[in-house]
């Protein structure tokens, strides 16, 4: 299968089914916060953006987000992540590729975020992180929005 082929089949809009992460010594790991809701969208031109969010966000108890305390603040940040920039395929490595031009984790901004296709079917997508941003894992599986 050729790379644009492969591109051809991930191009859409792809919403969170399930997120599993682990830390560093292989336990489970609450990356986000339970309950994540996540989107991924992937164009015709190259372009990706998705955004993970779990419950470690909380509700600004002033309304007002630039005046959150430290703690809410603190929950946006873990509770958070979000990125946007270019991807490529490499069919024969099963490997997808972003390369980030933003990011809310800044350090990876301009650098590359590899994450293997474990499975690409019909309406399913499942890819794995082999090093995540607390030196964990994480599988997640996504199905396309109808």
Request: some cysteine.
């Amino acid at each position: 299968m050729s790379a644009e082929s492969v591109k051809q089949e991930l191009v859409g809009t792809w919403l969170l089914e399930s997120a599993v992460f682990k830390d560093k010594n292989g336990d489970s790991a609450n990356a986000v916060g339970a309950n994540p809701k996540g989107i991924l969208m992937l164009d015709r031109t190259g372009h990706f953006s998705f955004q993970l969010m779990g419950d470690k966000r909380v509700k600004y108890a002033a309304g007002d987000r630039l005046g959150g305390t430290p703690a809410e603040h603190k929950g946006v940040a873990t509770g958070t992540i979000a990125c946007f920039g270019k991807y490529s395929v490499d069919p024969a490595g099963r490997t997808l590729t972003f390369h980030v031009k933003g990011h809310s984790y800044r350090n990876w901004e301009g650098g590359d975020l590899k994450r293997t296709i474990i499975k690409l079917a019909g309406d399913e997508l499942t890819d794995s992180n082999p090093k995540t941003s607390w030196g964990g894992t994480s599988t997640i599986v996504w199905k396309r929005a109808q």
